[in-house]
């Protein structure tokens, strides 16, 4: 049942993927807009009904199980994408998409869901496993949207985004149905006394304040990506942008590889974020070959980064708790992305293609002294600490 799941979570993630690194040509094509500000209104307005609409299922799933829920949710989805196909009004467009993507975000209970038919060990492979199925889905969607842009029209983009949902509905119909599959089982935790069970104080908000910083980082580099490239490359197609916009992708899938070979617990945190800095002012600098560095730096040091802040999170909640402790870091992360979607469309028409990364440097340095303090780590070299300790043994002069 697991792995159906992840191969559902594939699924849902390409679909979601697919239209993310073209639509500004998408809007182009269609509509014959090309501010970027409307773009970035757009990309906001996704955001603000992802927040909304995963606490919302969050809740709902607390009463119905997560599977009859993606039943219903993925089949109006799936209609909403055919009209999405057909019209050719502008304003009947965000209305059908933005509600398309309220039912569409259901499918983000199926994360906390597999973790709770696993034991807690498990935990940090799956975590990044599922993490590399966002970045494998993520090449896949912007492979076949470029693709799609290129060769037959950007339009039919949403049939394939109507086929991945209609696909979810059928796996969890099946799932339901077969007899091969305990769907109720929960994989209880051992016992503990209720005291070590309790959430430390302020602990989803110091999490989802940190990740909110980060993601917002992190998106901010991505609605214009593929124009930046083009305009510093010398290759005119959109299948080559997806790619280069996909290189995290590849590079989580090495990741995830080389951790579970040497059974690493994935590395510090600290020290990914500041590998993310480097990889931003690598994809900074207007050259194919340090930006494809860039790429490269940045998508080990945002796959690491995100997988251990979800370890951090389900190392310490509970079963019952997962959906909802996620929905509520993912709210935060949500309006991180909220607020690079409403400010990415005006600095680059303002500042200019670059910008993104100067902010999203910033970013990732703010990340990194909320972490220090809110969980008030200790940052200490090994070397340098033994060298002022033998400093305090020598006679004074």
Not at 237 to 244: H, R, Y
Request: hydrophobic share 50%; net charge positive; proline share 4%.
């Amino acid at each position: 049942m697991k792995k159906l799941l992840i191969i559902m979570t594939l699924v849902a993630v390409v679909s979601d993927y697919l239209l993310h690194p073209f639509y500004p040509q998408f809007f182009e094509a269609r509509f014959g807009i090309t501010d970027p500000k409307h773009v970035g209104y757009y990309f906001g307005a996704i955001c603000f009904m992802v927040m909304i609409a995963f606490p919302f299922w969050a809740y709902v799933s607390k009463k119905v199980a997560e599977l009859n829920i993606l039943i219903y949710t993925q089949f109006i989805a799936g209609l909403l994408a055919l009209y999405c196909f057909w019209t050719t009004s502008y304003v009947n467009f965000w209305t059908v998409s933005l509600i398309m993507i309220l039912f569409k975000g259901s499918y983000l209970l199926v994360y906390p869901y597999i973790l709770k038919i696993i034991t807690k060990e498990e935990h940090p492979s799956t975590i990044g496993l599922l993490s590399v199925v966002v970045h494998l889905g993520g090449i896949l969607g912007a492979v076949i949207g470029g693709l799609t842009v290129d060769l037959i029209d950007a339009s039919n983009i949403f049939l394939f985004m109507a086929l991945g949902d209609f696909i979810q509905m059928g796996m969890s119909s099946y799932l339901l149905k077969s007899k091969r599959y305990n769907t109720n089982i929960i994989v209880e935790e051992t016992k503990t006394d209720t005291d070590q069970k309790l959430m430390p104080k302020g602990f989803i908000l110091k999490v989802g304040l940190i990740t909110m910083i980060l993601y917002f980082s992190d998106f901010l580099i991505r609605p214009f990506f593929s124009r930046y490239w083009e305009n510093i490359s010398v290759f005119d197609s959109k299948l080559i942008s997806g790619l280069i916009y996909a290189i995290p992708g590849f590079v989580a899938l090495i990741a995830l590889w080389l951790n579970n070979r040497n059974q690493s617990k994935g590395q510090r945190i600290v020290s990914v974020l500041l590998l993310g800095v480097i990889g931003l002012i690598f994809q900074g600098i207007p050259t194919e070959a340090t930006v494809i560095i860039g790429r490269i730096i940045y998508g080990w040091a945002i796959f690491q980064g995100v997988v251990q802040f979800d370890v951090l999170l389900f190392e310490v909640s509970t079963p019952e708790s997962y959906a909802l402790d996620y929905s509520k870091v993912h709210f935060c992360q949500s309006f991180g992305v909220l607020i690079a979607s409403f400010s990415v469309g005006i600095l680059v028409e303002n500042q200019g293609l670059k910008i993104p990364f100067l902010i999203a440097i910033i970013g990732f340095l703010l990340t990194t002294l909320a972490y220090i303090l809110l969980f008030k780590v200790k940052i200490t070299i090994p070397k340098t600490r033994k060298y002022l300790l033998s400093l305090k043994k020598l006679p004074n002069n």
